[in-house]
């Protein structure tokens, strides 16, 4: 059974610019969550979705956004990117939203300049 | 709202000593509580848990109890391995949903 994967798994960006990264979860797994991990806040959560449906919202400007497809695939997206943005992106999949085992992927590493 | 505090590293062990990784956590309700381990350039894997007030999460030699009356998680080990070097991560998550708190993490090196 494959992981969770995640694309691109490195990404360099100028500060101003945009970003998509991209979450494919195990398969037959519905819920997908985001977390920034950072040296400095160490892992934060962002946002959880179910069923194309966001459940949850972690303490991010609006700059930070997301989907999900009718697939469970996940996309996130940093607007007007700024330094403070770098970080590792982990995406983590799960079968439902009531507490399950979550498994995560390797991360995309985004690096802003 | 919720956190989770755990000992800062590194914490650096020769082979075969016994390892403690202390976490404490602030929480309503009854969360669930886990430890999480990631290797060099990896996402992060679960390594135990434990759902209820008593509950021993064990997993590769690992245990943790979950003890609601003095609020922690702590990690043991009997004897830890050159591959157990590591960051461990203390979490936690209300019964709400998928959402995880984690704690500072804790880089545990291990000398042959």
Request: aromatic share 12%; glycine share 10%; proline share 4%.
């Amino acid at each position: 059974k494959a992981g969770v994967t995640q694309t691109p798994r490195y990404l360099i960006k100028t500060r101003g610019q945009q970003v998509t990264l991209s979450c494919s979860p195990i398969s037959g797994h519905r819920s997908v969550s985001w977390y920034q991990q950072t040296p400095g806040q160490g892992l934060q959560f962002l946002f959880e979705y179910f069923s194309e449906t966001q459940r949850n919202k972690g303490n991010f400007p609006g700059r930070f956004s997301g989907r999900q497809f009718s697939n469970s695939r996940s996309e996130m997206n940093v607007s007007t990117l700024e330094l403070g943005d770098s970080a590792l992106y982990l995406c983590a999949s799960s079968k439902s939203t009531v507490y399950n085992e979550q498994f995560f992927g390797p991360g995309t590493r985004l690096t802003v300049l | 709202g919720n956190s989770v505090t755990q000992m800062e590293g590194p914490v650096t062990l020769s082979e075969e000593a016994f390892l403690t990784i202390n976490c404490t956590y602030t929480a309503t309700g009854y969360p669930s509580l886990f430890w999480y381990v990631q290797y060099p350039g990896e996402g992060l894997q679960l390594l135990l848990k434990a759902t209820k007030a008593d509950d021993k999460g064990s997993n590769k030699g690992f245990e943790a109890t979950y003890r609601k009356e003095t609020t922690s998680f702590h990690l043991e080990k009997g004897s830890v391995q050159v591959s157990d070097s590591a960051v461990y991560f203390c979490a936690l998550a209300n019964n709400a949903g998928n959402m995880l708190t984690f704690g500072g993490g804790t880089r545990l090196m291990v000398k042959p």
